[in-house]
């Protein structure tokens, strides 16, 4: 009597325990989130666990049969805790004189695979026990079934029958054939032991082991298994689609945070739909990585080098010394980042240059310093001086008088002609026409908003990251039109709910006919211009840009565009230091570009001539301005334009 009063108040208290564990959480498979690239293809996973979760009806009967005859022959019999097992299992061992032989039913492996029920100790065997009734009162026998599918960890970090199959066969769970199944089956008990990757003998043992036990309980013929032996099994391990460490990957995650919550992230299973190009970035991660060890290898290079960083420092995770470069490809046609490159190796630092770093970025400014003056009315045709700035020539610098890079001055020439020489002693003399007010203006509208109030602004004097320049450029392409860069262009939970759709509506900044002019102008620098290697280089589709140079060769740029495509590259170190002697824009980082560019499809980036490109004059009509949308890209509606301040005419 007491024996049976102590049973019962234990078995009180455990049932009371059970039921504070939620039988929800059964179901709430967490799985990795996926990232697709812009062709809805995958792309990569994030952290967590590495699970593809499919419904029971997706998964072969051949493996549902192996299962049941490997982990749990009655399993349809039973409440969740099978007596008859636990006695067999108890005489086993005492046969045996050992603890092989366990007892615990599928759904007891299923109890503890959902929630924390403590370590291997009698008080977890109980709790798992009445865990395990009220799952099976909770859920259906194939509920229970699928769920428990869909939790097993198969080795080498894949969890659920479907990444298993996809990660040994490279097929669905669906087509699983017998002799495949009765192996995923087997090595259940011994994932790592017997993985089919690393100890195909052992795994081929334990499909055995499986297919007998099938026969023994007439799922299977003496025929049929034989046949599943015979066939041989075909290991075509797919590439694993693991958790991705690279540049873009890095950009996905920190556009998530801002989008999605702390707990919608951590629930994982989220299909998160991106801009991102694979071919171009890879491109552009393989070009900066090339062109700069090549850079490394010239005669007379006395930086540290990339080959020489050792192993040993990248285990102590020292900061990479060697030279660095950083790159940014959007699609002026909607705002999308289709590559982002922050470094040369993701592995030895995973700084995000291209992001997070503030440069100086030097004559890539001249291009907004003439789109101001263009809009007060300069004319590219328009003579400008070349000569050395006079004391007190410059409004607030008396004593400032900037030469130009090559040391010369080349007396009258036409303002375009600054432009595409990167005249340093035009371009002073043309903001100081526009105003150093309208200036700073303009670079505000384009997203260059930190543009110092001083002369030496007109030189690009001041810093900015490589994405906010890039997109600053993508106004000349759009014709006056800004849209903002996004990587992430919606984002699903795992039941396919749309948890963020990107809305990238173009705002109309600045006139389409001043952006036009510099444009023309700036086709001219591929042309014959500061980036003219371009050229010669054989790229020949329609483009312009704009080269860029830091005092002592610190920093060297290279942002440009075709009607479709804006990139932009950056190389320089680190801490900013000279790079090399004659180390310019148009031979440090447009090499880059070129490689980039020539590779974009034409079908999918056509490169079109560019629209415009006359003198706007003082008399350009303003274009009409859309008002934003909020989803998609459905055409605006048009409004008028509210009036500009009025200007005072360029005055040279």
Excluded at 246 to 271: H, P, T, W
Aim: aromatic share 8%; hydrophobic share 40%.
């Amino acid at each position: 009597m007491w024996g049976a009063l102590a049973g019962g108040v234990v078995g009180g208290i455990y049932s009371l325990w059970a039921s504070q564990y939620d039988m929800a959480d059964v179901q709430q498979i967490r799985e990795r989130s996926t990232v697709f690239d812009r062709d809805g293809k995958p792309y990569g996973r994030l952290q967590g666990e590495n699970r593809l979760v499919v419904p029971r009806k997706q998964v072969s009967p051949f493996f549902v049969k192996a299962l049941l005859a490997r982990e749990d022959s009655r399993f349809y019999k039973h409440s969740g805790v099978d007596p008859i097992g636990i006695l067999r299992a108890v005489f086993r061992n005492v046969i045996a004189r050992s603890a092989a032989q366990g007892a615990s039913t599928l759904t007891q492996q299923l109890a503890r695979n959902s929630f924390p029920l403590g370590g291997k100790n009698l008080h977890r065997k109980i709790l798992e026990a009445f865990v395990s009734v009220r799952i099976e009162k909770h859920y259906s026998k194939e509920e229970i079934l699928e769920h428990y599918m869909n939790r097993i960890y198969f080795g080498a970090g894949v969890y659920g029958i479907e990444t298993a199959s996809q990660a040994y066969f490279n097929k669905r769970a669906a087509n699983l054939t017998l002799g495949e199944a009765a192996m995923l089956s087997g090595i259940i008990r011994g994932p790592s032991r017997f993985s089919p990757i690393t100890n195909f003998e052992g795994a081929i043992r334990e499909r055995d082991t499986v297919l007998e036990r099938m026969i023994k309980l007439g799922n299977v013929t003496h025929a049929e298994a034989a046949a599943a032996r015979e066939l041989p099994i075909q290991l075509n391990p797919k590439r694993r689609l693991t958790v991705q460490e690279n540049y873009a990957m890095d950009l996905v995650v920190r556009e998530l945070n801002k989008l999605i919550s702390e707990d919608q992230l951590a629930e994982g299973g989220l299909r998160v739909y991106t801009s991102l190009d694979p071919l171009l970035q890879q491109t552009a991660q393989d070009a900066l990585n090339n062109h700069l060890t090549k850079i490394e290898g010239k005669p007379g290079y006395n930086h540290p080098k990339k080959a020489d960083f050792t192993k040993e420092a990248r285990e102590a995770e020292v900061d990479p010394a060697y030279l660095q470069g950083a790159v940014v490809v959007l699609d002026n046609r909607t705002g999308g980042i289709r590559a982002i490159v922050g470094g040369r190796d993701y592995s030895d630092s995973r700084y995000n240059r291209a992001v997070l770093s503030q440069r100086p970025i030097g004559s890539t400014f001249k291009s907004f310093v003439y789109l101001a003056a263009f809009g007060r009315g300069l004319s590219p045709g328009s003579p400008i001086n070349d000569g050395p700035i006079q004391r007190g020539e410059v409004r607030g610098a008396a004593n400032w008088s900037p030469a130009n890079s090559d040391g010369t001055f080349k007396g009258m020439m036409s303002a375009e002609e600054g432009l595409i020489q990167s005249r340093n002693t035009v371009t002073v003399r043309v903001g100081e026409g526009a105003g150093l007010q309208e200036v700073a203006r303009v670079a505000g509208a384009v997203g260059l908003d930190k543009m110092p109030l001083r002369p030496a602004s007109y030189l690009g004097a001041f810093e900015a990251s490589l994405l906010h320049l890039t997109t600053a450029y993508t106004v000349f392409p759009n014709s006056g039109r800004l849209r903002k860069p996004h990587l992430i262009e919606r984002i699903d939970d795992a039941a396919g709910t749309v948890l963020y759709r990107a809305s990238s509506p173009s705002t109309a900044v600045l006139q389409s006919g001043p952006c036009g002019t510099v444009t023309a102008t700036l086709t001219k620098v591929l042309d014959r211009g500061t980036g003219a290697t371009a050229r010669a280089a054989g790229f020949k589709k329609p483009a312009a840009g704009k080269t860029g140079t830091t005092d002592e060769y610190k920093d060297a740029w290279f942002v440009g565009f075709t009607s479709s495509l804006t990139a932009g590259v950056w190389v320089g170190f680190d801490k900013p230091q000279h790079t090399v002697s004659q180390g310019y824009g148009a031979t440090m980082a447009l090499p880059v570009w070129i490689e980039i560019m020539n590779v974009a499809p034409d079908q999918r980036y056509p490169a079109s001539a560019f629209r415009g490109g006359g003198d706007p004059g003082l008399s350009a009509a303003a274009p009409p301005r859309a008002v934003p949308v909020s989803k998609g890209d459905a055409p605006p509606r048009a409004e008028p334009v509210r009036p500009e301040p009025v200007l005072k005419p360029f005055v040279p």
